[in-house]
Antibody
Framework: EVQLVESGGGLVQPGRSLKLSCLASGFTFSNYGMNWIRQAPGKGLEWVASISSSSSYIYYADTVKGRFTISRDNAKNTLYLQMTSLRSEDTALYYCARPYGGFDYWGQGVMVTVSS | DIQMTQSPASLSASLEEIVTITCQAS??????LSWYQQKPGKSPQLLIY???SLADGVPSRFSGSRSGTQYSLKISRLQVEDIGIYYCLQAYSAPYTFGAGTKLELK
């Protein structure tokens, strides 16, 4: 069974950093690109970042470029999102998702709240 | 960046009714279009990928179509469990973009 489990969220002050993790199981993680997608409270979905299976190709939304870094450790079956210079508008539920056709598997999400 | 214009923003329909949601891409995205359903408090679920292919386990009353840069999701006979918010997504080129969503309610 494919599972994606996010962790690392919480309450953080503006300007600080936070690192999210997404532990994958039930499939060969190293064969798939991965994505982070977020959803602000009561709002729609926003794609955040994408990384290819071997980390060769990485893309970011303009809203996070230069502040967020997506990475992965295929030996640990884990996807990461390092978030720096956090802003109130980064407050959201962050999902990791596997792309296959569409995004066929999503985690349950981890909440990040940026507030003083 | 590619813009996805989704309509309507909200929709009220009766059981067994046919429902159609559309997304207009600002440029050619081929078949790199997928549809998602999200229920309150849940993660989004893939319904359609490649514009027209039904995802595993999704009821056959859901279907997707394409006409040029306009994409449609059709629910042939609305059921209670279909209530939720629907999103389209273009994954043709980064930054990938979602439509703003369509909130589907029962009349």
């Amino acid at each position: 069974e494919v599972q994606l489990v996010e962790s690392g969220g919480g309450l953080v002050q503006p300007g600080r950093s936070l690192k999210l993790s997404c532990l994958a199981s039930g499939f060969t993680f190293s064969n798939y690109g991965m994505n982070w997608i977020r959803q602000a409270p009561g709002k729609g979905l926003e794609w955040v970042a994408s990384i290819s299976s071997s980390s060769s190709y990485i893309y970011y939304a303009d809203t996070v470029k230069g502040r967020f870094t997506i990475s992965r450790d295929n030996a640990k079956n884990t996807l990461y999102l390092q978030m720096t210079s956090l802003r109130s508008e980064d407050t959201a539920l962050y999902y990791c998702a596997r792309p296959y056709g569409g995004f066929d598997y999503w985690g349950q999400g981890v909440m990040v709240t940026v507030s003083s | 960046d590619i813009q996805m214009t989704q309509s309507p923003a909200s929709l009220s329909a009766s059981l067994e009714e046919i429902v159609t949601i559309t997304c207009q891409a600002s440029q050619d995205i081929g078949n790199w279009l997928s549809w998602y359903q999200q229920k309150p408090g849940k993660s989004p679920q893939l319904l359609i990928y490649g514009a027209t292919s039904l995802a595993d386990g999704v009821p056959s009353r859901f279907s997707g179509s394409r006409s040029g840069t306009q994409y449609s999701l059709k629910i042939s006979r609305l059921q209670v469990e279909d209530i939720g918010i629907y999103y389209c997504l273009q994954a043709y080129s980064a930054p990938y973009t979602f439509g703003a969503g369509t909130k589907l309610e029962l009349k």
